[in-house]
């Protein structure tokens, strides 16, 4: 099953969207009904994507072989 990343709604009347009804589809969920809070989990969900074990698998390859 294909999951999309991020739902970003726009303000809390988000009942009417169609993706509502996906909404399990989704890894991550923001309102944006305050700008700043919104960036800081949009911002935490890219830190977050950047640690996911098959990405630090393939930065520290080299690093992980030496150390096996």
């Keep these: 099953q294909e999951h999309k990343t991020i739902l970003?709604?726009?303000n809390?009347?988000?009942l009417h969207l169609e993706e509502v009804s996906h909404?399990?589809?989704?890894?991550?969920?923001v309102v944006n009904n305050?700008?700043?809070?919104?960036?800081?989990?949009?911002?935490?969900i890219v830190?977050?994507?950047r640690l996911r074990k098959h990405r630090q698998l393939i930065k520290y390859h080299s690093l992980i072989s030496e150390l096996s």
């Design 8 to 10: 970003l709604l726009f």
């Design 12 to 14: 809390e009347d988000w």
């Design 47 to 49: 830190k977050a994507e």
């Design 34 to 44: 305050q700008l700043e809070y919104a960036l800081d989990e949009l911002i935490c």
């Design 23 to 29: 909404i399990q589809d989704f890894n991550y969920i």
